[in-house]
């Protein structure tokens, strides 16, 4: 069975400062997929970026960052320099790739709440 | 290029009713997934359907149904409504096989279904 565990309920942050949001997942899969997903008020899931299990690499996207550790099974996501803007609920999410006629559902932990205050 | 279209935005229905969700996928996608979000939870997997079909289902009884179209659009049903299906659904488009995996699912801004 496939779990999502996001233990940051909420996180609240000054503006400017760095915050990182934890995933710790678990799968008997050794093909599996990673997702990080933006929920802002207006309810939209807003994809932010997808790891494979075979993809270790870390990755940069402006400010966002994410360290995909498999030997802890780990998926953090760093945001720099935070900003207002940045405030939602964020998701993190597992789709283990199955056979050729899985659909890939995504199994999503509860979320974050992240407030960046000005 | 419009996205995941769902309507309606909100409803409110009473317990026992039953109700139908719509969704349009983002063009040039042919999966519709629904997804229903708790209050305070994570989104859990409904059912997903490609080709018309029902190719994947979650822990979801059977009260909870859906069809696609051949133009790709969705419908989802809920018959004998509770309390507790009081949520937002989220319907998700994606095109399939390794694209799905590469780019995962477009999501549309969901209906909030209010039981009372």
């Known amino acids: 069975a496939q779990k999502v565990t996001q233990a940051q309920t909420e996180i609240s942050v000054v503006e400017k400062e760095d915050v990182t949001l934890d995933c710790v997942y678990e799968?008997?899969?050794?093909?599996?997929?990673l997702f990080w997903y933006k929920q802002p008020p207006s309810g939209e899931l807003v994809f932010l970026i997808r790891?494979?299990?075979?993809?270790?690499q870390n990755e940069i996207s402006g400010r966002y960052s994410w360290n995909f550790q498999k030997s802890t099974s780990s998926f953090n996501f760093t945001i720099t320099a935070s900003q207002v803007v940045d405030s939602a609920v964020y998701f993190c999410?597992?789709?283990?790739?199955?056979?050729?006629?899985?659909?890939?559902?995504?199994?999503f932990g509860k979320g974050t709440s992240l407030l960046v205050t000005p | 290029d419009a996205g995941v279209t769902q309507s309606p935005t909100h409803l409110i229905k009473t317990r026992g009713q039953q109700v139908t969700l719509r969704c349009s996928p983002k063009?040039?996608?042919?999966?519709v997934s629904w997804y229903q979000q708790a209050l305070g939870q994570g989104p859990q997997f409904i059912f997903q359907?490609?080709?018309?079909?029902?190719?994947q289902r979650g822990n979801f009884p059977d009260r909870f149904s859906g069809h696609q179209f051949p133009n790709y659009s969705s419908e989802l049903n809920v018959n004998a409504l509770l309390l507790g299906d009081s949520a937002l659904y989220l319907c998700?488009?994606?095109?399939?096989?390794?694209?799905?995996?590469?780019?995962?699912?477009?999501f549309g801004s969901g209906t909030r279904l209010t039981v009372v």
């Open positions: 998700a488009s994606s095109g399939t096989g390794q694209y799905l995996a590469n780019y995962g699912y477009t």
């Open positions: 799968t008997r899969d050794t093909t599996y997929y």
């Open positions: 790891r494979n299990s075979f993809d270790e």
């Open positions: 999410a597992l789709s283990e790739a199955g056979d050729s006629n899985s659909g890939y559902a995504l199994n």
């Open positions: 063009s040039g996608h042919d999966t």
């Open positions: 359907y490609y080709e018309e079909e029902e190719r």
